[in-house]
């Protein structure tokens, strides 16, 4: 987990308002909301005595709201989607690299900072597309204050693919990089990348038959 991620959890669960975790880590309040809109807060005294009972009272109503409403649509959720069929794995994926995929060059490449993400689109790679774990060449586009060889193996953990199999990091030099930015992606962004290495439906081929799935999805939709 992102270190700065993992401590605003900390801070959170001891109490702290999104403004005051702000100062003390400097990240935006949208991350924040981002990162801890589901964890439940339970302010502790230093938050009573700056911000008062009345609202915090008036805030804690709103929460409570919020995680109902939130628990309903897990559960409308799980009901609407049922079991997840193969034939849904392959349309999901179809989607995944509809808004994330390599669409030029004829290269086979989904790109993302998620983890989750990423391993969903290793699964599709394997399970819809035929490529094997020798058919992976991932690699990472970090900012300069990241550490190469934590986020290689940080990566390495998530796709279950050995660091030697890695290709080559970048890292973004460019200044006009907001520093808020650099400090949410420690680990940088994944190139996952698949190659032929002697297979032929993969490489050029796969590219061609994603592009041709992608298509067919859309030409039926009838956009």
Partial sequence: MNPLRKKAIELRKAGYSYNMIKQKLGISKSTLSNWLSRIPFIPNNEVIARVGRARLKSALFKQRLKFESIKKAKQTGKKDIGLISKRDLFILGIGLYLGEGEKTYENVRIVNSDPQIIRLAIKWF??????????????????????????????SNITKIPVSQFGKTTIDQRKNKSVLKKRKLPYGTLHLQVISNGLPHLGVNLHRKIQAWIEESIAQIKI
């Fill in 126 to 155: 394997y399970d819809a597309c035929g490529a094997k774990k020798e058919n992976f060449r991932p690699s990472i586009h970090l900012y300069p204050d990241s550490d190469i060889d934590i986020s290689l193996k940080f990566w």
